[in-house]
């Protein structure tokens, strides 16, 4: 069993900058390749962020060149560095242990399977 804890949400300002962290437990987190997903109101929940076991990353069109995923396997963290902040990023953010990552021209679409889920952060960005 792993536990994913989910940290750094908050309230920020449009074009303003938030930083979540994701800390699992286990010894065999470098093995892990680990999502970020957000989901907003109504809307489905969306796979913004990969970065696999080897450190390859993925990202949705809607946050590419704003928001950087990284981990640190040291300290068993996933880490996502979200600038230039927009009202519609406003969302749960939750971390992710998938498997079978699937892709579209490049893009992350989802896993073929969620093995564990943090209990999300809220991020709010307001206009």
């Known amino acids: 069993q792993v536990q994913l804890v989910e940290s750094g949400g908050g309230l920020v300002q449009a074009g303003g900058s938030l930083r979540l962290s994701c800390t699992a437990s286990?010894?065999?987190?470098?093995?892990?390749?680990m999502g970020w997903y957000r989901q907003a109101p109504g809307k489905q929940r969306e796979l913004v962020a990969v970065i696999t076991s080897g450190g390859n990353t993925y990202y949705a069109d809607s946050v590419k060149g704003r928001f950087t995923v990284s981990r640190d396997n040291a300290k068993n963290t996933v880490s996502l560095q979200m600038n230039s902040l927009k009202p519609e990023d406003t969302a749960v953010y939750y971390c992710a242990v998938g498997s079978g990552l699937i892709l579209r021209n490049g893009t992350p679409r989802g896993f073929s399977r969620v093995d564990y889920w943090g209990q999300g952060t809220q991020v709010t960005v307001s206009s």
């Open positions: 286990g010894r065999t987190f470098s093995s892990y390749t």
